[in-house]
């Protein structure tokens, strides 16, 4: 080589360096967490810039989230010295699809000014269809449609492409009808769905063979990341993209366009989602002549952390097996921890702790920042236990990838009735629940209830008492608002003399609160089911329910500002190409982590699912890695020993410890679950002496009496509400 290389290159090794110079062609790499791929992305993108390749407007790169999008302009900037003049066609999926759209609206039958709907919008919409059908919406609920037609565009595919036996699946076999009247509709509104964001640009392609032509011409290049995580309609939407007509240009191979597609099949977790792990294993017969590269160096994470992390991943079968390796190798790593917690109260407390460890100076003087650290939750309930504590303890935290616990919508909507019920004036909360569920209390209603309200200066629930005794009301509204009415006299009476608990679960029963996520067939239903039992459940900490409505409103006020130093609490499926010094993995438990709902839809793919998840979650550490499981958890309502994750079995010996107990654990074997390994029944590779040490667990004072009466106590209401929740639970589960 003549010229030296240009400062982007520095510091690749050899594989890096030629996944970044091989413009030409198509190119996989495939290769293990943390070995650069997204960097190989970012560095390759400014090598195209720096060497005159392409300009930036044709370049079309995609990213799984917006704020890597963000990131990885950032980064190209810093790399080719200078703001790079904007890169418009960097983005997800979804963002790029938007601005096809808006370019080619026409083409598919919407004006360029198109609304894009949200999930509520969706729902309302294919209800109204359901009901002009004349069907019974409730024996064919509007969600559940929905979910089947996001299912279907996910794959791509329009009403006519449908399987057979979709079709009949659904509506007496209207199925098809349906979906195709649901279109209609939208193009009607000039909207479209977020499956539309995928499926129009591709049908829009297809059919304007000029179009995709321009465009042919246009990208020069195609970047994609996370590949393993692109579902059908993402799949075929890029190839159309890719695979342009035979060129005669020189340094164009095969056909297709310059592709590069970087990816870890062991990193697939969105397969629930529709996700096809087989894009990535089949690149090179799409893409014939491709080259693909494999990094094996991880750059990331310390021997023990990789050392686990492999180990686990290895008991999944069907992978394509990698190398993985790292160079930081030091006799002063930690091992990663594994530590056990009475309860998930005590947890969150001594995750608070071994933050304020980390904060205090080390040997060295050296501080750890809070923005250095995460929490990466399975599911997202497990966070209100940390929000709070953190809260406590004046930890500033931030939530990533989604609303705060006290933010989400059914939490904010059963703090409404909670509200309401309280505090009668409160208008706010009243109006945000008096028709959810629906009721049939339109927008009329409301205005009719706001004007007598303000005439008479009377809160909005004095004026709907006073309205149902009149004749103002249409029949159906007076009576579905005589019941609301109804259940709140009935409820501010039991305030003073019910528990507040058991008032709160009654609030969401008798108003069909619960039962209206019980009847919702959308993949986000059951964690909404989940949340509003850990929102029943944190009361439990407080006196009283006005006692608790005032926490709330302290935790809501707390900070969230991007700038300030701060631990992230985030769910593993948002930690995807994230990295963080120390990580702490919590709720390592049967029927947890693995997840019952993935054991029992996906059988041994879905165990496989969370197995990837548990090595995604491990490989986010660079430096430490702390995993918990707890001996209790309040599952419906009900205290339940747990089992031990099955995947703490899966780990090597030589890379994990189990914490020495700085505090209270309760002792796992004296009140827990009783086995004598992580998990009862299972083979322990540690034979039974790992947890059978008194010493490791040894709890440093008693445990609370009052934690071992409520892990005996079991409450007949909490079971029912519970059980009713469409899942069933075996020892343990969510
Ligand atoms: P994931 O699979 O988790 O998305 P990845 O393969 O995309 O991981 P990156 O995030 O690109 O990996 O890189 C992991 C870390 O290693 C980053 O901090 C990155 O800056 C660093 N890194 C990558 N390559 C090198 C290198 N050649 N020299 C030094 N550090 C590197
Ligand atoms: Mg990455």
């Known amino acids: ?159 006519h492409e449908i399987p057979e036996g979709d079709a009949r699946a659904f509506a007496n076999g209207k199925g098809r009808e349906l979906y195709e009247a649901y279109q209609n509709r939208l193009k009607t509104l000039n909207a479209c769905d977020f499956g539309d964001l995928l499926c129009h640009p591709i049908r829009m392609l297809r059919a304007n063979p000029d179009v995709l032509a321009d465009y042919h011409r246009k990208f020069k290049y195609l970047l994609v990341d996370e590949y393993q995580d692109t579902n059908t309609a993402q799949y075929m939407w890029l190839r159309l993209l890719a695979q342009r007509p035979q060129s005669k240009e020189p340094g164009q191979r095969g056909g297709s366009v310059n592709v590069c597609c970087v990816g870890d099949d062991d990193q697939s977790i969105y397969g629930w989602r529709g996700a096809e792990v087989d894009n990535i294993l089949r690149f090179d017969k799409d893409f014939p002549g491709a080259t693909i590269i494999r990094l094996e160096r991880n750059y990331r994470s310390t021997e023990h952390i990789l050392g686990a992390a492999g180990h686990l991943i290895a008991h999944n079968e069907g992978r394509l097996g990698k190398t993985l390796f790292t160079e930081q190798s030091d006799p002063e790593h930690e091992k990663v921890q594994v530590h056990a917690a009475w309860d998930s109260e005590e947890e969150a407390r001594a995750v608070g702790e071994t933050i304020e460890q980390l904060q205090r100076p080390d040997a060295n003087g050296r501080r750890h920042n809070l923005n250095d650290m995460a929490i990466l939750v399975r599911a997202s309930f497990q966070m209100r236990e940390f929000e709070d504590r953190f809260v406590t303890m004046g930890l500033n935290y931030r939530v990533i990838g989604g609303p705060r616990f006290y933010e989400r919508q059914e939490i904010r909507d059963a703090m409404a009735y909670f509200r309401a019920v309280c505090q009668p004036a409160d208008d706010l909360a009243f109006e945000r629940i008096v028709n959810v569920p629906k009721r049939g209390l339109g927008d009329a209603t409301i205005r009719q209830l706001h004007d007598y309200a303000r005439a008479r200066d009377i809160p909005m629930i004095a004026a709907a008492r006073d309205l149902v005794e009149t004749e103002e009301l249409k029949p159906k509204a007076r009576k579905s608002l005589r019941d609301v009415v109804e259940g709140f006299t009935r409820w501010s009476a039991a305030l003073e003399n019910t528990p507040h608990t058991e008032l709160a679960e009654r609030i969401l029963e008798e108003s069909g609160y619960t039962e209206m996520w019980q009847n919702d067939k959308s993949a986000e239903a059951p964690g909404r089911l989940e949340n509003l039992k850990e929102l029943i459940r944190s009361m439990d900490f407080y006196e009283s329910m006005r006692g608790f409505l005032e926490h709330v409103a302290l935790v809501m006020d707390a900070e969230q500002n991007e700038d300030m130093d701060a631990v992230s609490i985030m769910t593993l499926h948002s930690a995807k190409g994230l990295e963080f010094e120390t990580v702490f993995l919590p709720g390592w438990e049967e029927g947890l982590f693995p997840h019952q709902r993935s054991l029992d839809e996906g059988g041994r793919s879905g165990l496989e699912e969370e197995r990837r998840l548990a090595y995604v979650g491990l490989t986010r550490a660079k430096k430490r890695a702390h995993l918990w499981f707890v001996s209790n958890r309040r599952i419906h309502g009900l205290w339940q020993s747990t089992i031990p994750s099955r995947f703490l079995d899966e780990l090597p010996e030589a890379h994990v410890e189990v914490a020495e107990a700085e505090m209270s654990y309760g002792g796992y074997n004296r009140f827990g679950g009783g086995s004598s390994g992580f998990s009862a029944g299972r083979q322990n590779p540690y034979g039974a002496s790992r947890f059978d040490n008194p010493e490791i667990f040894a709890s440093t004072y008693e445990t609370p009496g009052w934690k071992r009466a409520q892990a005996n106590r079991t409450d007949a209401t909490s079971r029912n509400w519970g059980s009713r929740s469409g899942h069933q639970v075996e020892r343990v589960g969510y």
């Open 1 to 159: 080589q003549s010229a030296p290389a240009p400062d982007y290159l520095i510091g690749l090794n050899p594989e890096q360096r030629q996944a970044v110079v091989t413009t030409e062609g198509p190119l996989l790499v495939l290769a293990g967490a943390g070995t650069g791929k997204t960097r190989v992305l970012t560095t390759r993108i400014a090598h195209i810039l720096a060497t005159g390749l392409a300009f930036p407007s044709q370049i079309l790169a995609v990213t799984f989230t917006n704020k890597a999008a963000r990131e990885m302009k950032e980064r190209v900037g810093m790399l080719v010295g200078g703001a790079v003049e904007g890169m418009p066609w960097l983005g997800t999926f979804h963002s790029i699809g938007v601005k096809l759209l808006r370019r080619h609206a026409e083409l598919v039958g919407l004006r360029s000014d198109f609304t894009i709907l949200d999930t509520d919008d969706v729902v309302r919409l294919i209800k109204q269809l359901i009901q002009a059908e004349g069907l019974d919406d409730k024996r064919w609920p509007a969600r559940q449609f929905a979910q089947m037609i996001d299912g279907w565009k996910n794959k791509g595919m329009a009403p």
